[in-house]
């Protein structure tokens, strides 16, 4: 191909694309200036001394040195994987189960559908604090009247360490998990119903329909979910914050929590604060990319 | 199509009635509810009957005559009252707007709703949308001041003739390193015991003359606190210990079992910052809150998760007997959370058997936006002089003081002597001579409490002078753990504290 036919292919390739370039660039616009600037000065933050958020002297990675130092740092590091596990533990399947309980309903269906999504029109603040009237250790608490039928005596809940993270993430759930279980149904009803007619031809009960029909037909969803509900749970906040303020002793305390605290803790610290940002970030690339690997590795050998 | 209409009434129905019951939330923050134009009480319910035609203060029915023309500024308040707040108040804080527009016909006042809090007062100074004038605690000046997010008004004090009024103590608070000055006080408080008298009453616990039979020292706290227990069945003591409220009360509890002097919790020695928790008062301050919770048994139920707003609440509705609480914050039990002034009482913080008391004494002040001009600060001190918050003794400032005790009055907040700030004779017994006269309150359910800081009864002290907020978060931390496993160890876990917070202190302090 000659120089001039291949400028002329080039020209021709970018007035094709012209159009889609033009829908872009507005998302491009408002990405780069809401998501990818900001990314980039918290992690030129996270190498200055700063006055409130004004950069005053660079100081290399003495934050990050100064943050693994800190004590709290490995708590909160430990607490974040705590969440993680149980968010996995409870989270991850529960939208599974009421997809595949919801999609086989007979009738109401669109009830169902939208009495798991209501939790979550509810504003995440009020979704808090209503379960904190649950969880409540006075006599009038919602869970201590109901032990009280019993005879139970009232019990306090909220300063248990060992069970507040997942009764945090049981909150998470019960808000979240009806708009993940829409995204699941929509997943499947995208299977084509002859592999379950042939399925049942060939005797199969629901079980093993399940296991080798449906299961692996949402596997790509459902990989895709839990790297996203990973990365989501990993930047748990305003729940501890509300519920317990990262207490007791810390058990609650967040990686998120503890960077807010770098900046309302009293010292107004946005260089460490930022520092903290980014080891989340590169934590959750981290988790990222090994779950590519994984992946990648499945796809191959499939 | 039936069945979505009716499943969307029922989604309706629902955010409805989720939306009302999480109305009546309680507000964080404390509420000094004496009727300032830049802090309303912001309470959701108001147990007494609302005036039936709110009337501004006779005297001020007449905004009087313009006083500087010239005077050309645009000022926002901070701690508006939101247009939920009740009609009386509301309609305080226009005429007071009204009057200020009278007198200076260039000035343009505009309400904001906003309320200090450290983490959202910053984007504000930085992005240039911080009200001309809010209210920090005195925990945070120095922090403003060092992160150049106030504004300096050193001369329009001067201008005012307010700086000659001032305290020394509070020039040191307020001001730099080269003596400019970047706010005044508004209100201060000295830490003491709140008490709910229906309880004391239920447990048999008031004198004939209707006075409590309140606990003088913190052993007598204990055990008046399991009486109330056994015979009311409701909480002796309500106790923040959730984010940094907790090590904040237990600073002053340890300081009256003696962690003062040599034993200070913090102490500058040869210029490097010293930290101490594991002495004997100390951790005997420990100790005495985990038997509160382990032996007495009288702390409310979620005391780890409770924090200073909802501690006047449980104090308020009449589940906890007492709780650990200043004079700033009267109107939170009672005129915010329903309980009548009838049966609250105020007394002093309770000291130990043989041991100096101390009471933690601090405060809040009016600071001003970084950009601030000196006509914008003249404009917001002519607000509070015209509200009365000035220290004045004039006609204008007396009107202004009837109007915010006659407001008080009518929303069932107490109606008591603020903690003196300025040096003016005339101001304060003028301030005296009103409080008296819109009094809603049986002042000897009060009186101990005033009389322990002038009989020397108590001596009053600041926070811990150097990363306190930092100090109590740790603290706090310890507490949780006490309150939370009976067999937790308080010298150990003061002993961890303590090696941490050094660590901090040297790197962040002593470096």
């Known amino acids: 191909m000659t120089d001039m036919k291949r400028r002329l292919s080039n020209r021709s390739k970018l007035r094709q694309n012209a159009a889609a370039w033009m829908i872009m660039a507005p998302s491009i616009a408002l990405f780069a200036f809401f998501i990818w600037v900001p990314l980039l000065q918290s992690v030129v933050m996270s190498l200055f001394e700063t006055t409130n958020i004004t950069l005053d002297k660079f100081v290399g990675f003495a934050n990050y040195a100064d ?227 994984l992946n990648k590795r499945k796809s191959d050998s499939v | 199509m039936k069945t979505r209409i009716r499943l969307f009434s029922v989604a309706i129905a629902l955010c409805m009635l989720i939306t009302a019951c999480s109305s009546g939330a309680p507000e964080g923050g404390n509420s000094s509810g004496n009727g300032d134009p830049t802090q309303p009480s912001s309470q959701t319910q108001n147990p007494v009957e609302k005036t039936p035609t709110p009337t501004p203060a006779p005297t001020q029915e007449n905004p009087g005559e313009v006083i500087d023309a010239e005077l050309t500024a645009e000022v926002s308040f901070g701690n508006y009252p939101p247009d939920t707040a009740p009609e009386l108040e509301l309609d305080t804080f226009d005429r007071w707007l009204e009057i200020l527009v009278t007198q200076y016909p260039n000035v343009t006042p505009i309400p904001d709703y906003y309320s200090y809090t450290l983490d959202t007062y910053t984007p504000r100074a930085v992005g240039g949308t911080a009200p001309t004038i809010f209210q920090p605690p005195f925990t945070d000046p120095q922090l403003l001041i060092s992160q150049k997010l106030v504004g300096d008004v050193t001369d329009a004090l001067e201008e005012y003739g307010l700086l000659e009024k001032f305290s020394p103590a509070f020039v040191d608070l307020l001001s730099d390193e080269n003596g400019r000055i970047f706010g005044m006080p508004r209100d201060t408080y000295v830490l003491g015991l709140h008490l709910n008298l229906d309880l004391f009453r239920e447990a048999g616990l008031m004198n004939e003359d209707g006075t409590p039979q309140y606990p003088k020292t913190l052993q007598e706290l204990a055990e008046k606190g399991k009486i109330i227990k056994e015979k009311t069945g409701k909480a002796g003591l309500v106790f923040p210990a959730s984010e940094t409220f907790g090590g904040w009360l237990w600073t002053n509890i340890a300081w009256n079992f003696g962690a003062v002097g040599e034993n200070a919790l913090e102490r500058q020695i040869d210029g490097r910052w010293v930290v101490n928790l594991t002495s004997e008062p100390a951790v005997a301050a420990l100790e005495y809150i985990k038997s509160l919770k382990w032996e007495y048994d009288i702390l409310n139920a979620d005391a780890t998760t409770t924090t200073w707003a909802s501690a006047h609440t449980v104090l308020g509705v009449g589940e906890a007997a007492m709780n650990f609480a200043a004079n700033d914050s009267v109107s939170n039990p009672t005129a915010t959370a329903g309980l009548p002034v009838e049966s609250f009482a105020l007394v002093p913080f309770p000291g130990v058997e043989g041991k100096d008391a101390y009471a933690l004494s601090g405060g809040t002040a009016y600071m001003f936006a970084p950009d601030v001009t000196t006509d914008e600060a003249v404009a917001c001190l002519a607000l509070l002089r015209i509200a009365g918050l000035l220290p004045f003794a004039n006609a204008e400032i007396e009107a202004g003081m009837r109007a915010d005790a006659a407001s008080r009055r009518d929303r069932g907040v107490p109606v008591i002597l603020p903690i003196p700030m300025w040096n003016d004779p005339e101001f304060l017994a003028l301030q005296k001579a009103i409080t008296e006269e819109y009094t809603n309150v049986d002042q000897r359910l009060y009186a101990d409490y005033f009389d322990s800081m002038n009989n020397g009864t108590i001596s009053l002290k600041g926070e811990e002078p150097v990363y306190s907020q930092q100090l109590y978060r740790d603290v706090t931390a310890a507490i949780e753990r006490v309150i939370a496993n009976e067999d937790s160890d308080p010298a150990a876990l003061l002993g961890m504290v303590e090696a941490n917070f050094q660590k901090f202190l040297d790197s962040n302090v002593n470096n």
Not at chain 1, 83 to 109: D, N
Not at chain 1, 159 to 171: F, G, T
Not at chain 1, 179 to 194: Q, R, V
Not at chain 1, 200 to 214: C, K, M, Q, S
């Open chain 1, 67 to 293: 943050i693994f130092q800190n004590p709290l740092f490995g708590k909160a590091l430990v607490n974040t994987l705590m969440y993680t596990f149980w968010s996995l533990v409870i989270g991850f399947l529960t939208p599974i189960f009421m997809a595949l309980v919801i999609s086989e309903a007979p009738r109401w269906r669109g009830f169902f559908r939208t009495a798991a999504y209501l939790p979550n029109i509810l504003p995440a603040l009020a979704a808090v604090l209503l379960w904190s009237a649950f969880f409540s250790g006075e006599e009038s608490g919602a869970i201590n009247s109901i032990l009280a039928l019993f005879g139970a005596e009232p019990t306090s809940f909220l300063d248990k360490s060992w069970l507040v993270i997942p009764l945090i993430v049981l909150i998470s759930t019960w808000k979240g998990a009806g708009a993940t279980a829409l995204i699941y149904m929509a997943g499947l009803s995208g299977i084509n119903p002859e592999l379950y007619d042939a399925a049942a031809i060939d005797g199969a009960g629901v079980f093993r329909r399940l296991r080798h029909i449906t299961l692996p037909s949402i596997f790509n969803l459902g990989s895709t979910l839990m790297i996203l509900q990973i990365i989501a749970i990993f930047q748990i906040l305003y729940e501890p914050m509300v519920l317990t303020h990262g207490g007791p002793d810390n058990s609650t305390l967040s990686l998120m929590l503890l960077m807010w605290r770098y900046i309302t803790g009293g010292d107004m610290d946005y260089g460490k604060a930022s520092a903290t940002g980014v080891l989340i970030a590169l934590i959750l690339l981290g988790f990222t990319v090994i779950y590519n690997i």
